[in-house]
């Protein structure tokens, strides 16, 4: 995701504590993905889909 998008969500954007709760959590676990180096672009979906082939490919 872009930064620019990032920088402007805030979490008292949010009313109902579970829409933060999982907001939250989508965005950690892009950060560990990223760290883990699955995700490696801006386009994470087709990252992860790409790694997943590989890994069931034995590639």
Known sequence: ???EFL???RTS????AKEKEAIEGF???IKKL???KIIRS????GD???FIVKDA???
């Open 48 to 50: 992860i889909a790409e």
């Open 42 to 45: 801006e386009t994470y979906l």
């Open 7 to 9: 920088n402007e969500i």
């Open 57 to 59: 490919n034995g590639v």
């Open 1 to 3: 995701m872009k930064k």
């Open 27 to 29: 965005f950690s676990a």
């Open 13 to 16: 954007d949010f009313t109902n």
């Open 34 to 36: 990223k760290d883990c």
